[in-house]
């Protein structure tokens, strides 16, 4: 198996700018995690999905934030506008369904830069 | 919500020597992951373990759930073990919409040739 896919690897853009994260979970995982890492806040949960459907979007820092899973192979995450303080590693993991081993799975990772 | 500790906050060896890294949490859990954050920023998965003792090569683990704690060894570390270790936990809480790893600040372990 390829692994959790990730795109872009790294993205410079500038203030107000709109990104888009890409992630293809492992083929059969049912729940799908967008993560952040920054130096202040460590590692986050942003929101996860389950079966294609959001479930918890509580660490959705603001409207600027939006994820959206179309199907099974394929997440996104936008922001727009972009701010300086949206730079960071944003990871996006998979992992089968609970009732299984579910262990999680990360990606590479796309490095941020907001100018 | 759960919290997870982890020490120390930095460790500093030659190569060679041995480690333990530990992991508390504050509840029960029914997931526990170890990962390693090489120089380059990828996750790495060392072990599922949320529960008993596993060993991969150098490496071993040991999750005392009752007591709230697992434990990483690293035997005869080498230059490539440096970086960030992080432990994971999921809280083990019934009701569906709890899947979320909480991870803990991580261990920084430098070897040193």
């Known amino acids: 198996d390829a692994g959790v896919i990730q795109s872009p690897r790294h993205e410079v853009t500038e203030m107000g700018q709109e990104v888009t994260l890409r992630c293809k979970p492992i083929s059969g995982h049912d729940y799908l995690f967008w993560y952040r890492q920054t130096m202040m806040r460590g590692l986050e949960l942003l929101i996860y999905?389950?079966?294609?459907?959001?479930?918890?979007d509580s660490g959705m820092p603001e409207d600027r934030f939006s994820a959206k899973m179309p199907n099974a192979s394929f997440s996104t995450l936008k922001i727009q506008p972009s701010e300086p303080r949206d730079s960071a590693v944003y990871f996006c993991?998979?992992?089968?369904?609970?009732?299984?081993?579910?262990?999680?799975?990360f990606g590479p990772g796309t490095r941020l830069t907001v100018l | 919500g759960i919290q997870v500790e982890q020490s120390p906050p930095d460790l500093i060896l030659q190569e060679g020597a041995n480690s333990t890294l530990r992991c508390n949490f504050s509840d029960s859990v029914n997931n526990l992951q170890w990962f390693h954050q090489n120089p380059w920023g990828q996750l790495i998965n060392l072990f599922y373990i949320p529960s008993g003792t596993k060993q991969n090569g150098r490496l071993s683990a040991t999750t005392v759930a009752t007591e709230r704690y697992s434990l990483l060894y690293i035997s005869s570390s080498q230059t490539t073990d440096s970086g960030v270790y992080f432990c994971?936990?999921?809280?083990?809480?019934?009701?569906?919409?709890?899947?979320?790893?909480?991870f803990g600040t991580g261990t920084r372990l430098t070897i040193i040739p």
């Open positions: 993991a998979s992992n089968p369904s609970r009732s299984g081993r579910a262990e999680q799975f």
């Open positions: 999905f389950n079966n294609n459907v959001p479930i918890d």
């Open positions: 994971a936990v999921r809280e083990a809480i019934s009701n569906f919409g709890n899947e979320k790893l909480t």
